[in-house]
């Protein structure tokens, strides 16, 4: 069982920055993808941007240029940076850890940090 810890959200203007964190209760070294999730009101849950074991990173079309994950193995903590804030980044933001084990995934989520983006 891993519990993450999301914190950083909050209120921010147009072309702010914030940074989310999310402190995992297991060494992130042995989680094989960790990743940034976010869901606005009335829309479904997709994907930010995710950071794989080695090293590997991956965005959505609509964040690359402005956000950054990048992780610090000895705090077991998973960082997002996000610049360039706009109104349709306001959204629910959930950190997410996916841990290969005996051939299955298994998948854990935080309880998620509000951010909100004034104009």
């Known amino acids: 069982q891993v519990q993450l810890v999301e914190s950083g959200g909050g209120l921010v203007q147009f072309g702010g920055s914030l940074r989310l964190s999310c402190a995992a209760s297991?060494?992130?070294?042995?989680?094989?993808?960790m990743g940034w999730y976010r869901q606005a009101p009335g829309k479904q849950r997709e994907l930010v941007a995710t950071?794989?074991?080695?090293?590997?990173?991956n965005y959505a079309d609509s964040v690359k240029g402005r956000f950054t994950i990048s992780r610090d193995n000895t705090k077991n903590t998973v960082y997002l940076q996000m610049n360039s804030l706009k109104s349709e980044d306001t959204a629910v933001y959930y950190c997410?850890?996916?841990?290969?084990?005996?051939?299955?995934?298994?998948?854990?989520w935080g309880q998620g940090t509000q951010v909100t983006v004034s104009s």
């Open positions: 997410n850890a996916n841990i290969r084990s005996s051939g299955y995934w298994q998948t854990y």
């Open positions: 950071l794989s074991s080695g090293g590997n990173t």
């Open positions: 297991a060494s992130i070294s042995s989680i094989n993808v």
